[in-house]
């Protein structure tokens, strides 16, 4: 027997406008602080005794960190005036997409894989107003001869690719970017 079936039967005489009350435990009290002692919340209603804590006003602001160095300015800071290429910033701005070898499995045996292609099956995504080079890195196996033409290839993914009998070829950055604008 479900729940749903065990919903006691109300005799429509017994619901009256007097009688209707909400579910028993659905309703508290609010909590009357500053009443006394006795309430259990008086004197300092709840807020501890000295501190930031117990004093009127908003407080700290929500990126607060206790008193410790926030993380923005710990890290190291680019020259020039404050705009978005001195941010924060790791020591090496690097404008690459990187792509797995492993990644490349999703390609059928003998076919060429280039930029088009990486993008058509997603694994080079948002890159199409920004035109970063794309660089082929080692992570993963390779079980396929491929045809892959990149803007950049690391030593191991070179290796790994040539090794599965496919080719590599490296596309001038600037070529690719003037060759989409036609």
Known sequence: MSDADATPVVDPNDVRLESLAPRPGSRRKRKRIGRGPGSGHGKTSGRGQ??????????P????????TPIHMQ???????????????GPFRTHTIPVNVGSLTAFDAGSVVDVEALEARGLVKGNRNRRWPVKILAQGDLDRALAVRAHQFSAGAR???EAAGGTV?????????AAAEE
């Open 169 to 177: 070829e490296v596309i001038p950055a600037r070529a690719s970017a």
């Open 50 to 59: 000295k501190g930031q804590g117990s004093r009127s006003g908003k407080g």
């Open 75 to 89: 890290k190291g800071k680019l020259r020039g005036p404050n705009h978005k290429k001195s941010m924060p910033f």
């Open 159 to 161: 290796a790994k690719i």
């Open 61 to 68: 602001i929500e990126t607060f960190q206790g008193g410790q």
